[in-house]
């Protein structure tokens, strides 16, 4: 019975890690009134990280460039190049990150029936109690492509990640934003 929870207890703690290894989401929006196959340039106008690692401040400087490179690789991948001013499209993000804490617990107690003549007593007895503490830190990353003429939003990208390990940061960015712009440009219905 032992060795059985045990085993139940590993392959829970397995599936809950491995869901948060891959917990990645990304969602886009974009404004149905742009004409994307207008856009054949862009410009790089920067990129804001809030709430920034308090450890590093090069770590933020290193984040940014990668979401450029990354962002750059695919807009150059859908056909567009980067000019230092005036493209058709301005290009910029905002990324952060938040440490969050979940802490679950649970108490089992038995129930007991100690006789008291004829009308007895029923009530709880001794139990134990179970807590769990997750900790994790989730990034957020949001991509805009705003329509330089018109100087309005064109497409947004939001991307949303479990970081359990800082150095595989750099391959969760890329593959974000990869997932973001395969639905750039988006089929805008008829």
Do not use: H
């Amino acid at each position: 019975m032992l060795m059985g929870m045990r085993i139940l207890a590993i392959v829970f703690g397995a599936l809950l890690l491995s869901a948060q290894l891959v917990a990645q989401k990304v969602s886009v929006q974009y404004d149905e009134a742009a004409d994307f196959t207008t856009y054949k340039t862009y410009t790089w106008k920067g990129c804001v990280i809030t709430n920034p690692d308090e450890r590093s401040a090069s770590i933020t400087d290193l984040n940014k460039k990668r979401v450029r490179y990354a962002a750059s690789q695919q807009l150059m991948a859908k056909g567009l190049t980067e000019v230092e001013e005036d493209g058709d499209l301005f290009v910029t993000c905002t990324g952060g990150r938040q440490d969050n804490r979940k802490v679950t617990g649970q108490a089992f107690n038995y129930p007991t029936y100690a006789g008291y003549g004829a009308y007895g007593y029923y009530g709880w007895g001794p139990g134990w109690t179970s807590e769990r503490t997750v900790d994790w830190t989730e990034g957020l990353l949001i991509l805009d492509l705003v329509d330089a003429k018109r100087k309005e939003l064109a497409w947004r990208a939001f991307c949303s990640a479990t970081i359990s390990d800082p150095s595989k940061v750099d391959k969760k960015i890329r593959s974000a934003v990869k997932k973001a712009f395969k639905s750039y440009p988006p089929r805008v219905r008829p």
